[in-house]
Nanobody, 120 residues
Framework: QVQLVESGGGLVQAGGSLRLSCAAS????????MGWYRQAPGDQRELVAT???????NYADSVKGRFTISRDSAKNTVYLQMNSLKPEDTAVYYC??????????????WGQGTQVTVSS
């Protein structure tokens, strides 16, 4: 099993910043990719940003230039630095990790979600 612990959500005014963290632990031989997704009430879950094992990143158009995804491979942790936050960024943010286990299985795990609320 793999455990994901998310932190860093909260309430912030428009224009402010937050930094989310997601630490993975457990049956991990290697991490193939890590990412952040979000889901607002009434909406489907959408991709925010991803980062692969070689450091390649991908961002939703709505967050390009404002959000930065990074990872600390030694700590199996992914971060999302969110700047210039807008009310439309309000959502529950979920961490997703794709891992290879010690038995060489490739599995996907989701975090429990952390609430980000941006007030206008």
């Amino acid at each position: 099993q793999v455990q994901l612990v998310e932190s860093g959500g909260g309430l912030v005014q428009a224009g402010g910043s937050l930094r989310l963290s997601c630490a993975a632990s457990g049956n991990i031989f290697s991490i193939n990719a890590m990412g952040w997704y979000r889901q607002a009430p009434g909406d489907q879950r959408e991709l925010v940003a991803t980062i692969t094992s070689d450091g390649s990143t991908n961002y939703a158009d709505s967050v390009k230039g404002r959000f930065t995804i990074s990872r600390d491979s030694a700590k199996n942790t992914v971060y999302l630095q969110m700047n210039s936050l807008k009310p439309e960024d309000t959502a529950v943010y979920y961490c997703k990790v794709i891992v290879t286990t010690y038995l060489r299985a490739t599995l996907r795990y989701w975090g429990q979600g952390t609430q980000v609320t941006v007030s206008s």
